[in-house]
């Protein structure tokens, strides 16, 4: 086992699997842990995402009595049900006692648990120190994990030099999560000068190593032109390919291309059947687009109902533009009675998030009194907002409605 584990620690994914499989097939709990990892992230020559085969080691290795195998069937659950909750708590104990004992498999479980608030309050130093131990032990997930944190700024402050340390640390050991990360801060500029070049060739490369978000990001680049001719048919190949093997951006995407006809038939039952695969796998921008769907007709009936729950489902879930779609709904009424003040509380919703829209919204909500009282100062201070925010109608509304200029 220690061989096995060794071999996985240090990204040697394939010269571990057989091993892994041995053990397994010996009766070891935590060899089948292991397994349920590389089916249920397509690890290694498992290039596909493989829910059923993870649910099958994991729940084999739950009934040997590995905690990890427990937790992780907790995780199929639903991410807003108490059972999951109560479950990832009550296994909360072993596992720190684990990581606790240099376990760094545990090491790594323990800090995505903190850094996401599973089974336990979100708490950003107990995630930094957890998956720094991985990290220490030269665990290329945990090395990507704080890269991650850096990068995108997971209940941290972002910082793109530090997340490079990582990510170069993890690319050493050639892990394709790695090169994708990599290839996103070329892609976008973050932390290094954007370069498209280098941002294709991290892609390709992760992408020929199975990596789907590296798919996806290719798919992106043909579409977009990034460092090679626009194509969208090597585009929509991509997409294809990426959400075949699991990716909820692709899924999405491809939804969008199939609802405004770009590079494929336009075909709104295509679009929302991929919209709702997206949702599934519990993307917020699909519950947007869902709702998007039934409040037009687009792909199934009109239901308003049905939108408005979809929206509340994404904003739950984190999307923000959400909020301003519900606000609107309650605005103009379309079948819906119209309520002005539910109308108001959603755009207060999105603007506390900082959303541009709803505090452009909410602006004018408090100039005009629409759901609430006149306050000029409230209409003036969500405004300057929505506009610092790259709202520019905030500054065109100040202007012709309430004779102010925006320096």
């Given at each position: ?10 990204c040697?994914?394939?010269?571990a699997f ?5 053990l397994?097939e ?9 397994l ?5 992230h397509?690890?290694g ?8 085969r ?10 040997a009595?590995e ?20 479950l990832c ?6 596992v ?5 004992a ?8 323990l ?26 032990r030269?665990?290329?997930r ?12 997971e ?6 030099w ?11 050991l ?12 070329y ?15 991290y892609?390709?490369k ?33 997409l ?9 951006m ?15 038939p336009?075909d ?14 519990g993307?917020s ?16 009936s ?7 729950e ?16 519900l ?32 505090q452009y919204?909410?602006g ?8 609430t ?16 925010g ?5 500054m ?12």
């Amino acid at each position: 086992m220690q061989k096995a584990e060794s071999l996985y620690y240090e990204c040697h994914l394939d010269e571990a699997f057989p091993l892994f499989e041995k053990l397994a097939e010996d009766g070891s709990g935590r060899a089948m842990y292991f397994l349920g990892e590389y089916y249920n992230h397509g690890l290694g020559k498992i290039r596909n995402r493989d829910e059923k085969r993870s649910h099958f080691w994991h729940k084999k290795g739950h009934m040997a009595g590995e905690v990890l195998c427990s937790l992780n069937l907790a995780y199929e659950l639903p991410e807003d049900s108490p059972t999951r909750q109560k479950l990832c708590h009550l296994y909360l104990y072993d596992v720190n006692r684990l990581a606790e004992a240099d376990d760094v498999a545990a090491c790594q479980e323990l800090g995505e648990m903190y850094l996401y608030g599973f089974g336990t309050s979100k708490d950003s130093r107990l995630a930094l120190y957890w998956l720094g131990q991985g990290a220490e032990r030269g665990f290329w997930r945990s090395l990507n994990a704080l890269g991650d944190m850096y990068r995108l700024g997971e209940e941290i402050e972002d910082d793109p030099w530090k997340a490079l340390y990582y990510y170069r640390k993890a690319e050493k050991l050639g892990s394709r999560e790695a090169w994708t990360s990599l290839g996103f801060m070329y892609y976008a500029g973050h932390g290094v000068t954007r370069n498209e070049e280098r941002a294709f060739t991290y892609f390709k490369k992760a992408d020929e190593a199975g990596d789907v978000n590296a798919a996806f990001m290719l798919g992106q680049c043909y579409l977009e032109g990034v460092h090679v001719k626009k194509d969208s048919e090597k585009g929509i190949f991509y997409l294809k390919e990426a959400a075949k093997r699991g990716s909820a951006m692709a899924m999405w995407t491809l939804g969008k291309c199939y609802s405004r006809g770009f590079g494929v038939p336009m075909d709104g039952k295509e679009a929302f059947s991929l919209y709702q695969k997206a949702a599934d796998e519990g993307l917020s921008a699909a519950y947007n687009s869902l709702g998007n769907c039934y409040r037009y007709g687009i792909g199934i009936s009109e239901d308003k109902g049905k939108a408005i729950e979809m929206y509340e489902k994404a904003f739950s879930a984190g999307n923000l533009e959400a909020a301003d779609e519900l606000g609107t709904m309650y605005l103009v009424g379309s079948e819906i009675p119209t309520d002005a003040h539910k109308a108001f509380l959603w755009y207060e919703k999105g603007a506390k998030e900082d959303d541009p829209a709803c505090q452009y919204h909410l602006g004018i909500c408090y100039h005009q009194g629409i759901g609430t009282s006149v306050s000029v100062e409230r209409a003036l201070e969500y405004l300057y907002r929505a506009y610092g925010g790259g709202y520019t109608s905030a500054m065109e509304y100040v202007r012709e409605n309430m004779g102010i200029e925006i320096g």
